[in-house]
């Protein structure tokens, strides 16, 4: 695609499956905050070794700008009395590693949804991952369809696998190495219990 044809299917993208997800999964649209007061506790600071971007506002107080919505979303969540909620967030992240999927300037899908405790299990896990796996697959059907140039490249199923096993696997691989590697197989993964 050229440079115009590219924005407009980047464009198609984000309103297909942002349109698509909250629908599946039952989600409320809401609007995330760009930067938040460091003594809310709200910005989640990742791994704990990255610094916020801070500035003054005029009435001199302290602002962050966003880091990641982890904890904010739960917030939301209760704020909004929703069951379900999404963002489009958008985040300055000074300390990333850059690589061509990793910027400083971050612009990404957030979600989160109530789960009972029943639901707290891998089979649940897995359902609500098919259903944003064909979230995915139909947004690619209806970009294709408007860019013919672009080829399909999801597999019809997502390849699930633990951390253990996966490392079980590639012993002697990098975690970056072992998810290259089953993700070359298998063309779709998800990685269970990386947290």
């Not at 590219?6 to 039952?26: G, P, R, V, Y």
């Not at 390849?159 to 012993?171: A, D, F």
Request: charged share 30%; aromatic share 10%.
């Amino acid at each position: 695609l050229d440079v115009y044809e590219t924005q407009l299917a980047i464009k198609l993208c984000k309103d297909t499956f942002e349109s698509l997800l909250s629908k599946e999964l039952d989600l409320m649209r809401v609007t995330a905050p760009l930067f938040v007061d460091p003594l809310t506790g709200l910005n989640d600071n990742l791994s704990g070794k990255e610094n916020a971007v801070s500035f003054k506002i005029p009435s001199n107080k302290d602002l962050e700008i966003v880091l990641s919505l982890a904890k904010w979303k739960r917030y939301a969540l209760n704020k909004y009395n929703a069951d379900g909620i999404y963002t489009d967030m958008n985040a300055i992240r000074m300390h990333e590693d850059l690589d061509n999927i990793h910027s400083i300037y971050v612009d990404q899908w957030d979600w989160e949804k109530r789960i009972t405790v029943n639901d707290r299990n891998i089979s649940y896990l897995k359902e609500i991952v098919n259903k944003i796996y064909e979230v995915l697959k139909t947004t690619q059907k209806i970009i294709q369809d408007k860019f013919p140039a672009l080829n399909n490249v999801l597999p019809d199923k997502i390849h699930y696998i633990t951390s253990s096993e996966l490392e079980t696997l590639y012993p002697d691989l990098s975690r970056k190495e072992r998810e290259y590697e089953i993700t070359k197989k298998h063309g779709a993964v998800f990685l269970i219990g990386i947290g």
